[in-house]
């Protein structure tokens, strides 16, 4: 929290200065000083399932942050028309996704950003750029001994255009992708996109003859105002929709953005194999074939740990998970129709449902942490448990009871696309 509210502090220090630093507008014409740059966005923020923010060490369950809309404000100062520092401050509310019978928790997520734009067409328009940048993302969390608050770095590259309107305002696109320290890996990779809205605090002496010079093509894409349904956002050309002059995150509404979609025109099929590629697919026999009892998992009543004669099955689903990294499981515990009774000995009115669902959901635990003994990372492997709900065998005969005391295994579909 201490570090949180540092960052915070530098960002509210230095955001006055910066405004501060306005030129005059009455330098000769060819040496006036490009004017402070202020405004703010808002777009989709992409996180990483793989992130060291709010990671716990040695905790039994390792929630990430859900994908939402972010918001922010900028402050710019130009070196030159080409060099641009700006500060940012980036902020959003989302939740950690819900894991081991966990609540989500909600997360306040905070990245001070600095970083240099750099113009590639600054006297133009419709003005391309590149930035290159860091910044120190924060999470400010509700439940810390789930997912705690912390603060780490990040570096990235992105770009964008900017659209001059010549009305005193400036419209701006952008696409980064950060890299921040990783958990089971050295680093991961996060995403973002933002649409915004700039203000000069003073002008160029030059500005007014793009005023003077106001084009029939409002945002520059190619189609006339009178015919452009977004006169105030360019189009983006990607052979989708490009006629109705409006820009496109998503073109096949399959819920993978452009940014990150291999198939732009062709929706996802998800299904748990390359769920986030943004491209149809079929899930591979071999893979296929991991649905199901977990062979050789054989319990007592009330036994929870995993025996020998399960480690050569889990072996085998370790390497074939190993093999398609991609896909995650969600292993699902049973029990028979009696064992959570013994739970129950000396309490009235005891819940066996719950008991069971509780005696269930230790065991899918048990196999989970097996796999990750076997080399599987934790966040790919989610554990239930489904108590006596679901049989397989008639519970009144010894053998259906040992049938029906069983762990099972399924491919993970995103909970938004089924």
């Known amino acids: 929290m201490h570090r949180a509210a540092r960052a915070l502090t530098i960002v509210t220090v230095l955001s006055p200065a910066i405004a501060a630093a306005n030129p005059g507008t009455d330098a000769p014409l060819g040496t006036e000083k490009e004017p402070t740059q202020i405004g703010g966005w808002f777009g989709p923020r992409v996180y990483s399932d793989d ?74 328009q419709l003005q391309p750029f590149v930035v290159v940048g860091g910044g120190a993302p924060i999470a400010l969390s509700s439940a810390r001994k789930t997912f705690n608050s912390g603060i780490v770095g990040d570096g990235y590259v992105g770009g964008g255009v900017r659209f001059d309107s010549g009305k005193g305002f400036v419209l701006r696109f952008d696409a980064r992708v950060s890299i921040l320290p990783g958990v089971d890996h050295l680093v991961t990779v996060e995403g973002d996109v933002g649409l915004g809205i700039e203000f000069p605090l003073g002008t160029r002496r030059h500005a007014a003859a793009t005023v003077a010079a106001k084009p029939v093509d409002t945002d520059g894409d190619g189609i006339p105002d009178d015919k452009d349904q977004c006169g105030d956002r360019p189009e983006d050309k990607d052979d989708f929709d490009d006629l109705d002059g409006c820009p496109d995150i998503d073109n096949d509404l399959d819920r993978v953005l452009d940014i990150a979609d291999k198939c732009l025109n062709v929706p996802e099929t998800y299904n748990g194999y390359d769920d986030d590629d943004g491209c149809p697919d079929t899930v591979p026999d071999e893979v296929d074939a991991l649905r199901g009892t977990i062979e050789g998992l054989i319990y007592a009543e009330g036994e929870t740990r995993v025996r020998e004669s399960a480690m050569k099955s889990l072996a085998k689903i370790a390497k074939l998970m190993i093999a398609h990294p991609s896909i995650r499981v969600v292993l699902v515990g049973h029990t028979d129709d009696r ?48 108590g006596a709900e679901d049989p397989v065998a008639d519970n009144a005969k010894r053998r259906g009871r040992l049938a029906n005391r069983r762990v099972e295994i399924k491919l993970y579909v995103p909970p938004s696309s089924r």
Not at 102 to 109: L, V
Not at 355 to 370: K, T
Not at 373 to 382: H, L, N, Y
């Open 339 to 386: 064992e959570a009774k013994q739970f129950a000995e000396g309490q009235d009115n005891a819940d066996l449902a719950a008991l069971a669902a509780d005696l269930s959901r230790a065991r899918a635990q048990a196999a989970r942490q097996a796999l990750i003994a076997q080399g599987i990372a934790s966040g790919r492997i989610d554990a239930e448990g489904q």
């Open 51 to 124: 992130s060291r923010l709010g990671y716990i060490e040695d905790a039994p369950f390792h929630p990430v942050l859900g994908s939402t809309i972010a918001f922010g404000a900028r402050v710019a100062r130009p070196f030159f028309p080409w060099l641009v520092p700006e500060i940012e401050l980036a902020f959003a509310g989302t939740k950690t996704n819900a894991i081991g019978g966990a609540d989500p928790a909600n997360i306040f997520w905070i990245d001070p950003r600095i970083h240099m734009r750099f113009e590639l067409m600054p006297d133009q």
